[in-house]
């Protein structure tokens, strides 16, 4: 006869008798219960370097400007100039990926990544308007401050309510998961170009592993591209958010839903890490102004 044949559904008693005899079913809940107390309790993992070379000196300062990237490949320690961790099957991805056959290539990678970055011109005018108000009010404008500067400006706001949507849509999902004391509630995005200079840093690194340059010319190159680039942002926390709205937008072509960010803004977690000083984090440590 089956078990629940015996239980009596109006007897209190009865039903919590049944409920106990059910050895299965609490030993599940108990495994599930000590799983998600042992994660909760486990601490973060640390961000581990290379040892070979240096976390604190200006080399290091400038090469973690692509520690989103280089993490998000993964091609090794974020403070290695060599990518040592890209074995021969990662090394063949890479170079039918960039189309990096040849030291040219390389090379045209690095200007493409540092000089048209992925821009979109009408993307990049639809914040370059907000960057105006921004400094007029003092503050981020709200949405409908933001579009109806864009269409004093001559723009469509229908065709840019997807657009701003999108961007507030990545600041709020980056702000909660990584953490309002790092991505500050009064930060937003100015610029996608984080996403591509990130890509130029690791791209660099990663032509030393294909053997189209050495570690002093690598190191020549990221310390450009950050002369390049470090003016146009604020902090690390700045960058960050550029980086990983950039890399969501360009995936994503811009439709932006919950689903595009968990597959494309998944950076958020090295970008937490990154800033997490009890994590060895090095943008918690090095200095943005240099």
């Given at each position: 006869?089956?078990?629940?044949a015996r239980v009596d559904f109006n007897d209190l008693g009865s039903i919590i008798g049944w409920l106990i005899e059910q050895w299965w079913f609490w030993a599940i809940i108990g495994v599930i219960v000590l799983f998600f107390?042992?994660?909760?309790?486990?601490?973060?993992?640390?961000?581990?370097?290379?040892?070979?070379?240096?976390?604190?000196?200006?080399?290091?300062?400038?090469?973690?400007?692509?520690?989103?990237?280089?993490?998000?490949?993964?091609?090794?320690?974020?403070?290695?100039?060599?990518?040592?961790?890209?074995?021969?099957?990662?090394?063949?991805?890479?170079?039918?990926?960039?189309?990096?056959?040849?030291?040219?290539?390389?090379?045209?990678?690095?200007?493409?990544?540092?000089?048209?970055?992925?821009?979109?011109?009408?993307?990049?005018?639809?914040?370059?308007?907000?960057?105006?108000?921004?400094?007029?009010?003092?503050?981020?404008?709200?949405?409908?401050?933001?579009?109806?500067?864009?269409?004093?400006?001559?723009?469509?706001?229908?065709?840019?309510?997807?657009?701003?949507?999108?961007?507030?849509?990545?600041?709020?999902?980056?702000?909660?998961?990584?953490?309002?004391?790092?991505?500050?509630?009064?930060?937003?995005?100015?610029?996608?170009?984080?996403?591509?200079?990130?890509?130029?840093?690791?791209?660099?690194?990663?032509?030393?592993?294909?053997?189209?340059?050495?570690?002093?010319?690598?190191?020549?190159?990221?310390?450009?591209?950050?002369?390049?680039?470090?003016?146009?942002?604020?902090?690390?926390?700045?960058?960050?958010?550029?980086?990983?709205?950039?890399?969501?937008?360009?995936?994503?072509?811009?439709?932006?839903?919950?689903?595009?960010?968990?597959?494309?803004?998944?950076?958020?977690?090295?970008?937490?890490?990154?800033?997490?000083?009890?994590?060895?984090?090095?943008?918690?440590?090095?200095?943005?102004?240099?």
């Amino acid at each position: 006869m089956h078990s629940l044949a015996r239980v009596d559904f109006n007897d209190l008693g009865s039903i919590i008798g049944w409920l106990i005899e059910q050895w299965w079913f609490w030993a599940i809940i108990g495994v599930i219960v000590l799983f998600f107390v042992v994660v909760w309790l486990l601490p973060d993992a640390k961000v581990k370097p290379s040892e070979q070379f240096s976390t604190t000196d200006a080399e290091a300062n400038e090469i973690a400007l692509g520690f989103l990237q280089i993490t998000n490949l993964p091609s090794g320690p974020w403070n290695d100039p060599t990518a040592s961790g890209l074995g021969a099957r990662e090394k063949s991805v890479l170079v039918d990926q960039w189309g990096v056959h040849s030291r040219q290539d390389w090379l045209d990678n690095i200007e493409r990544l540092t000089t048209d970055r992925r821009r979109r011109q009408m993307w990049t005018l639809y914040l370059a308007v907000r960057t105006g108000v921004a400094e007029r009010l003092g503050r981020a404008p709200k949405a409908k401050e933001w579009l109806a500067a864009i269409a004093e400006e001559g723009g469509d706001k229908r065709d840019a309510r997807t657009f701003v949507t999108a961007i507030e849509y990545i600041e709020s999902e980056v702000r909660k998961r990584v953490g309002k004391d790092i991505v500050a509630p009064g930060l937003f995005v100015r610029t996608l170009d984080g996403y591509a200079i990130g890509q130029a840093v690791a791209m660099t690194t990663w032509g030393v592993a294909l053997g189209h340059a050495d570690v002093a010319e690598a190191r020549t190159i990221i310390h450009q591209i950050n002369v390049d680039a470090r003016p146009h942002f604020a902090s690390w926390a700045d960058f960050g958010l550029s980086y990983i709205a950039g890399r969501v937008m360009h995936w994503s072509d811009g439709s932006v839903d919950e689903k595009s960010f968990e597959k494309f803004g998944d950076g958020w977690s090295d970008f937490k890490a990154a800033a997490t000083e009890k994590r060895n984090g090095p943008w918690a440590t090095l200095s943005w102004s240099r």
